[in-house]
């Protein structure tokens, strides 16, 4: 709670000279330019918050942890990010209520190298237990604790082995040019991260997807909600119009997504304001993933909202959600 508040409190003391001015705009805040975030950039670019009367302000912060810190602090009214931050932010007394529901998969895939597939003899082909199997012994990159992490320790619980014993995680931070050199080098043997890392590596340096939830391919954790709007409890009553607003906005983005006819238009504008040094190709497979996982409804349930605590409490060594930051978690609608 300490880091979270000594953040708020910094960003807090950096924007509140033009908090003034902000009264009338929605200021969206999101952590980087991750693919996650795509259903906030399709409503921008679709022109869905303008439709609702919303003028948007979008402040990027770096991380997750200082996009809790900028709702906290008031220089966000809205905070787009993972559903574990907001409920260990709850946990920690901070009193956030999700309002909509944006990615419903669990969006970090594993990747296999070339060199590790070839000698698991594992190929795109291979069953779901062949790739199981390939896990033990693997040395598989994430960013750190989080995501990236627990979803290795689940497929290891799957395939029956320890993953502090029968394999190695390894933590190499952020930046996707560390993670490809080290494929290329021999120094890993597979990566687990949120898209464009492990599509770069099948398509730039032959690794095989191993298990590529992103594109809810693994049944098991389809319908995950996994990135979802927040705001503060006390702004969203304050502000019940613009909640509604927002609200609608989202959905509107994801009901863009999914259908066949708006799809491309809205994906080539995506990709030319936020992604255009991304390969067009590379990004409008990501996008075919997306569509095809994206939920019908942005609506969030109690029922999505347990399965993410019992999940993060299975699979997380030392810090554990408590449960009861579930009631009063959601905006019900």
């Known amino acids: 709670m300490q880091t979270i508040l000594k953040l708020a409190a910094t960003l807090w003391l950096a924007c509140g000279a033009t908090l003034a001015g902000a009264q009338d705009t929605l200021r969206i ?5 991750s693919f996650a975030f795509i259903p906030l950039f399709t409503a921008i670019q679709a022109g869905a918050f303008a439709e609702e009367g919303l003028e948007t302000e979008i402040i990027r912060t770096g991380s997750g942890s200082k996009t809790v810190a900028a709702l906290v602090g008031r220089s966000a009214d809205v905070a787009i990010g993972s559903t574990p931050g907001i409920l260990y932010a709850r946990k920690e007394g901070l009193d956030l209520q999700m ?36 896990l033990k012994g693997a040395r598989i990159a994430t960013s750190g604790p989080g995501g990236g992490e627990s979803i290795i320790r689940y497929f290891a619980q799957e395939a029956g082995i320890d993953p502090d014993r029968d394999m190695t995680i390894v933590y190499l931070g952020r930046d996707i040019g560390v993670y490809q050199a080290a494929l ?18 099948v398509r730039e340096r032959g690794a095989v997807f191993a298990f590529n ?28 119009e613009k909640t509604a607003g927002l609200v609608s906005a989202l959905q509107r983005a994801t009901d863009i997504i999914r259908d066949p006819e708006t799809t491309s238009e809205a994906r080539d504008a995506v990709h030319a304001a936020y992604y255009a040094d991304v ?3 590379l990004f409008d497979g ?8 994206a939920p019908e409804s942005v609506q969030i349930t109690r029922a999505e909202v347990e ?17 009861s930051v579930v009631e009063g978690s959601y905006l019900e609608q």
């Open 213 to 240: 939830t992103g594109a809810g391919e693994v049944e098991s954790l389809d319908g995950f909600l996994y990135i979802v709007a927040t705001a503060r409890a006390g702004w969203i009553r304050e502000n019940p």
């Open 99 to 134: 309002v909509a529901g944006l990615v419903t998969q669990y969006s970090s895939s594993i990747a296999y190298s070339k060199a590790w597939a070839e000698s698991r003899r594992v190929t795109a082909r291979s069953s779901h237990e062949e790739m199981l199997a390939a």
């Open 279 to 281: 390969d067009k190709g």
């Open 29 to 33: 805040a999101h952590s980087t330019e």
């Open 286 to 293: 990501i996008w075919a993933e997306f569509a095809s996982g």
């Open 307 to 323: 399965r993410v605590v019992a999940f993060t409490n299975e699979f997380e060594k030392d810090n554990k959600i408590d449960p």
């Open 184 to 201: 290329e080098e021999g120094r890993i043997d597979g990566l687990s991260l949120s898209a464009p890392a492990p599509h770069i590596a």
